[in-house]
């Protein structure tokens, strides 16, 4: 099979694409024809190295993959699922075994990894071998580009929304970073939820987008003023809740739009990982600060539902050949995109 793999860490130059074997599935898996696989920020890090995740080299990466449903294992079936059927496939992988995946919080789990990144071999492929039960039928209304687009970001995203910070109608909402893939998609879901949503960027551009999408109103505004843009805008009282995945300035800025018992949820530290935190605003307004990490396969299903009935739409910024993911790469690196960008095999 063709797919862009790496053979040692470094810059957008270290994708290779080229020949390797098919991949066979074992016990327990499926073989997916990929039809298209998206990008995701993760893949920039691992591409460069970075110590947290133990990749053994040759990788191929790409968590989030839409295609065609080959073949399964030996011993293995499932009953929803037959070879020819168009799936996704949930990019979390977990035992299926423990205490917490038995509860369904499979992404508490223990042994929880993800497809592409530290889950063995992801999707920039025309093959990939996925555990059976991560398959997903595709939503019938969306292409495969459109498919792929979804699974991580609006999983994280509707994990934080929905889930942890319980947003409900009449609820508040300041989506940071609204540009980014998670960001797209944390605007979408929190209308859904039946929000007022604030999308804050510093791009004019991806502001407009921003509205576009649904968002009520838009915070163009530094870093290190979010804070006040959301007190000009709003009034003094604060927001309900914070949806964060920049960390930096962003993160210190964020805790201060919250109203008194208010939540930050953050599923991210792209800007930086370190973050100054005053606690007085924590204890004195009693803020819930909440960590996300992906979520459920239950939830991926649910969602899956949402973009079959169309309640939700997914964000394809721009297609790449699998060939290109070189320039894929350098264009998500530049960070112009809104929304997802894709690479079809
Ligand atoms: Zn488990």
New binding site residues.
């Given amino acids: 099979m063709k797919a862009a793999r790496l053979d040692s860490f470094g810059g957008s130059d270290r994708l290779v694409y080229g020949d390797l074997p098919d991949p066979s599935p074992k016990k327990g898996e499926a073989l997916v024809s990929v039809r298209a696989c998206a990008l995701n920020h993760l893949d920039l890090w691992i591409r460069e190295g970075n110590p947290a995740y133990k990749i053994e080299l040759p990788h191929i990466l790409g968590n989030d993959a839409a295609g065609v449903l080959e073949a399964f294992g030996p011993e293995t079936s499932v009953p929803e699922f037959s070879v020819g059927d168009s799936v996704i496939v949930s990019p979390g992988v ?5 205490a ?2 038995k509860e369904g919080l ?1 992404n508490l ?4 990894a993800i497809l592409g990144a530290n889950a063995g071999w992801g999707s920039y492929a025309e093959k990939i071998a996925v555990p059976a039960r991560n398959l997903i039928l595709k939503p019938a209304r969306l292409s495969f580009e459109e498919a792929a687009s979804y699974p991580l970001v609006f999983l994280t995203a509707y994990h934080m929304l929905a889930t942890l910070a319980r947003v409900k109608k009449g609820s508040t909402v300041v989506v940071v970073g609204s540009g980014s893939g998670v960001g797209a998609a944390a605007i979408q879901i929190a209308k859904h939820l039946g929000a007022t949503v604030w999308a804050a960027s510093s791009s004019e551009a991806k502001l407009k987008a921003a509205k576009e999408l649904g968002a009520d109103g838009v915070l163009t505004s530094p870093p290190d003023r979010l804070s006040k843009a959301v007190r000009k805008a709003l009034g003094r009282g604060g927001v309900d809740v914070v949806f964060e995945h920049v960390g930096g300035d962003f993160f210190t800025e964020a805790v201060k739009c919250l109203r008194p018992g208010g939540t930050l949820v953050t599923c991210g530290a792209t800007a930086n990982a370190e973050v100054a935190l005053d606690l007085r605003y924590v204890f004195f307004k009693e803020l819930k600060i909440l960590g996300a990490k992906m979520g459920t396969l239950e939830e991926l299903r649910t969602l899956s539902r949402l973009f079959d009935k169309g309640k939700l739409s997914p964000i394809v910024d721009r297609v790449f050949p699998l060939a290109e993911a070189k320039e894929a790469h350098d264009y998500l690196a530049a960070r112009k995109q809104f929304g997802k960008v894709i690479l079809t095999p």
Avoid: A, L, M, P
Avoid at 94 to 98: I, L, Q
Avoid at 109 to 112: I, T
């Fill in positions: 977990s035992c299926g075994e423990c917490r995946c499979d789990c223990d042994s929880y």
